[in-house]
Nanobody
Framework: EVQLVQSGGGMAQDGGSLTLSCTGV????????LGWFRQAPGKEREAVSC????????YYSDSVKGRFHIARHNAKNTVYLQMDSLKPEDTAVYYC?????????????????WGLGTQVTVTT
């Protein structure tokens, strides 16, 4: 079974950048869609971005489109989320996720495995 180990994140200034990484342990990692969810205090967990198994289209929520970029390196069993032009409203705990679906409707995609979460804090 795939297990997801997250790293990166932390604190950034408004307009700054952070990178999240998620490394999978499991032989089927490359067969899965990978992505990121986030949850801020008092808010429902929301989908941020995902990337398909192959060289397919990626998905971004409207709130991060144009600012965040997702990429995967299957040889390293790793997916990245490059976050640029960060805003205070991006502050949340970010969770790596593995699923068999990526696209519109990712918010409710069945998730096979979750990372433990990484705090991202953006200050004004």
């Amino acid at each position: 079974e795939v297990q997801l180990v997250q790293s990166g994140g932390g604190m950034a200034q408004d307009g700054g950048s952070l990178t999240l990484s998620c490394t999978g342990v499991g032989f089927t990692f490359e067969d899965l869609s990978l992505g990121w969810f986030r949850q801020a205090p008092g808010k429902e967990r929301e989908a941020v971005s995902c990337i398909s198994q192959g060289v397919g289209p990626s998905y971004y929520s409207d709130s991060v489109k144009g600012r965040f970029h997702i990429a995967r390196h299957n040889a390293k069993n790793t997916v990245y989320l490059q976050m640029d032009s960060l805003k205070p409203e991006d502050t949340a705990v970010y969770y790596c996720a593995a699923s068999e679906f990526c696209g519109s409707g990712y918010d409710t995609a069945p998730v096979k495995s979750w990372g433990l979460g990484t705090q991202v804090t953006v200050t004004t």
